[in-house]
């Protein structure tokens, strides 16, 4: 029993300390290149002590260490960071807020937003940056084979497809974006002090945005919860707390309209185990809208529903 | 990238992370949705916790104290100056000439005088003037040493010596390192209120000596004025990371005595750049830079402290003019720099309001945000702050009142 239990304690301990481990490419990863310090590691909150603030949006989606590593060429100085997270849908979801308007490398091996100053680089569970704070271009040949050569033991994995859960037609494309928390959603729309949507650190939102002849350009923001009672609890506490700026123009059992501050208008909808939210609209939304032909935004209403009124 | 350990703000989650699951489900998260669906919709609205009440602060103690003839919003209420010059800026390299040029055209444009004259509406010669940077993002996104040249030429040839001109930041070590020294500014003094063991602060040591007094206090506890507080009832974590950082870690945060003691007036000379929806400039720049004890103040106050904390009469009836560094901006990514958003602005601001400064810059960010493509969230809530400062009295946030004038 006592070895059966040592066993599954050091199992436990090399799997965490393999979990752990931050991958930095050795001296001469280019001619001259060498490492000017020790490798620096930040676990959980301690987060804080490396980043000037912005480190509750890496914790909300999902954080487990940081491995920084300092290089260095005479008077040259390259900086590594990986970020390892703890799922890819949270490195994902973390170089989404990150990335701005991509701008990628293809020499690079992986997703990435680059430019002289800063890499941005996604793989699997790791979100990286390769910073030059020179900011001069000369150095990008040496950022590139920095880059490559951390990628090469960063292990591949794909995340789930939650963008998919976006409608496709009308999504501006670059706009989309997920969230896991207050912290994220706040870059797109405040519906509420807190968790408004009940996400509690373990439900993944997406967002995206919208252009459409007649709204103009809107955002839609869609929650998947695991089951429909927590939707439906997500959802009432939605329209308990919702925020002081938002009215609520009308109302429905299971969908309610809003006029925001900007004089612009919101829905949301709790359809089974989501909820469903358009802010922006610069017209009026019905509570029920008319039926569309499959595959056009919003979606048509399921069965079982509440009818229109 | 020189990276300060500035723990700007705290984690808004409590959640122990080992608990989430993955995308498709976990074990872990199953007891919670059985709870849940035996409940109705009415139990789970009643349960659902009410957003927090603000916590209590001592804003009415300074409120008491009567206005004096420098108070804010100082001579020029509403009125925010803005000279740009495309050629001032290109990447690294800052065209001292042109800012020079430009702080000369803003100064002029604020105060109607020229720049000699315009020294006497704010200083005499006996005035011991601290200059008030931002040396956070040095290289990247502080305070320009050309823009704290000009300002110091200025008052220098309205007649105040050199000696009774301080540069200062909140942390001694960022002066240092963004290139505010001696040997660049002769004659010109600088400090910073505390010192921060910034090995210590990012685990590289656990010698704890260089920040911490045997009898358990931070060195530069006397530092900051016991007798001159900003107090809010939320206390700072008792952790020694948070002490190194933040000096002290009740509720109370302490001005600085050299801004009690020493100082007579002050210039601000922020820099361009956002903090998550909100912007990090005039008021954020003082509200978090003149106290200690401020990660605390973050979650529950935020921008509430850009305005209660220059309520108090040290700030209120000192700080007498905002030069905004606009040479460089950052729209997104902020309060810490981040390369990818930073980019050449080219630009200088100028008030004497600093609420109606901020909502100026607001505004401009707002607009880069957009047309960079960043999301934007537009609530009121990120410039509510400006209308607290505007029913205090401290600054103008109507933008009818607001004259933006382009110089």
């Known amino acids: 029993m006592r070895r059966t239990l040592l066993a599954a304690t050091l199992a436990a301990v090399i799997a965490a300390l393999l979990a752990a481990s931050v991958v930095t490419p050795p001296d001469g990863f280019a001619p001259g290149w060498v490492k ?56 994902l979801g973390l170089y989404l807020m990150k990335c701005g308007i991509e701008t990628p490398l293809v020499a690079i091996a992986a997703r990435n937003s ?61 706009s989309a974006v997920l969230f896991r928390g207050p912290v994220g959603l706040q870059a797109v729309f405040t519906l509420g002090e807190g968790d408004i949507l009940e996400q509690r650190g373990d ?29 439906a609890a997500a959802y009432a506490g939605l329209e308990a707390r919702l925020d002081p700026y938002l009215t609520i123009i009308q109302k429905g059992e299971s969908a309610f309209v809003f006029k925001d501050f900007k004089k612009e208008y919101g829905r949301a909808e709790l359809k089974g185990d989501r909820i469903e939210i ?26 079982g529903e509440p009818p229109p009124g | 990238m020189k990276r300060h350990a500035y723990r700007s703000m705290e984690s808004r989650l409590s959640l122990n992370r ?49 206005r004096t003839k420098t108070s804010l919003p100082g001579p020029f209420p509403g009125r925010v100056v803005e000279v740009r010059d495309p050629a001032s800026v290109s990447g690294a390299k800052v065209d001292a000439a042109a800012v020079r040029a430009m702080f000369a055209k803003g100064m002029m444009a604020l105060t109607g005088k020229d720049l000699v004259s315009s020294f006497g509406l704010f200083f005499t010669k006996d005035d011991v003037v601290g200059i008030k940077v931002n040396p956070v993002g040095p290289g990247l996104i502080s305070t320009r040493l050309e823009v704290v040249d000009a300002v110091i030429d200025w008052l220098a040839a309205g007649g105040l010596p050199r000696r009774n001109i301080v540069v200062w930041d909140r942390f001694d070590y960022m002066l240092k390192d963004a290139g505010f020294t001696p040997e660049r500014y002769p004659g010109v003094s600088f400090e910073g209120l505390q010192t921060m063991d910034e090995a210590a602060a990012e685990g590289k040591t656990k010698d704890n000596s260089r920040w911490l007094r045997p009898d358990g206090t931070h060195v530069s506890a006397d530092n ?17 990371p948070y002490l190194n950082q933040h000096v002290f870690n009740g509720k109370h945060s302490y001005f600085g005595r050299l801004l009690t003691r020493k100082l007579t007036k002050i210039i601000n000379v922020p820099v361009f750049k956002n903090t998550g929806n909100a912007i990090s400039m005039a008021t954020k720049n003082i509200g978090y830079g003149a106290v200690c004890n401020t990660n605390r103040l973050h979650k529950p106050l935020f921008l509430d402290v850009c305005v209660e904390v220059p309520a108090f009469p040290v700030l209120r009836d000192k700080w007498v003019l905002t030069v905004t560094d606009g040479i460089k901006g950052q729209y997104d990514g902020g309060p810490g720099p981040e ?69």
């Open chain 1, 36 to 91: 000017a310090e020790a490798l620096r590691t930040f676990g959980g909150s301690r987060l804080f002590d490396h980043i000037d603030g912005g480190a509750e949006l890496y914790l909300e989606f999902g954080f487990k260490t940081l491995g920084v590593q300092r290089y260095a060429r005479g008077a040259d100085e390259l900086v590594l960071e990986v970020y390892e997270m703890t799922g890819a849908e949270s490195a």
């Open chain 1, 114 to 174: 680059s430019e002289a100053a800063q890499f941005t680089i996604l793989k699997g569970q790791y979100f990286l940056h390769v910073n030059n704070a020179s900011g001069r271009e000369d150095l990008v040949p040496a950022m590139t084979a920095l880059a490559n050569r951390a990628l090469e033991t960063v292990p591949d994995e794909r995340p789930a497809d939650l963008l998919s859960m976006l409608p496709a037609e009308g999504l501006v494309p670059g």
């Open chain 1, 203 to 231: 439900v993944f939102g997406v967002s995206g945005a919208y252009e459409e002849p007649l709204d103009g350009r809107f955002s839609v923001i869609l929650v998947a919860y695991p089951d429909s009672a927590r939707a």
């Open chain 1, 278 to 303: 358009r802010v922006g609209l610069v017209t009026p939304p019905a509570l029920w809208p008319t039926l569309r032909p499959s595959g056009s935004w919003p979606p048509a209403r399921s069965q």
């Open chain 2, 18 to 66: 080992r608990d989430f699951f993955r995308v498709g489900g976990a074990a872990g998260a199953v007891a919670g949705i059985g709870l849940l669906a035996g409940r109705s919709l009415a139990a789970a609205q009643e349960q659902a916790p009410a957003p927090p009440a603000k916590p209590a602060t001592n804003i009415a103690d300074a409120l008491k104290f009567p």
């Open chain 2, 224 to 240: 900051f004025d016991r007798d001159v507080f900003y107090w809010a009832d939320v206390e700072g974590p008792k952790d020694e």
């Open chain 2, 339 to 407: 390369a990818k958003f930073i980019y050449d602005q080219g630009a200088l601001f100028f008030g004497t309001d600093p609420f109606a400064m901020d909502l100026v810059c607001h505004t401009l960010l707002v607009a880069k945000r957009k047309e960079m493509g960043v999301k934007v969230n537009e609530h009121p809530q990120f410039t509510e702050y400006l209308r607290y400062a505007e029913r205090l009295g401290l600054g103008v946030a109507d933008p009818a009142k607001i004259a933006h004038i382009k110089a």
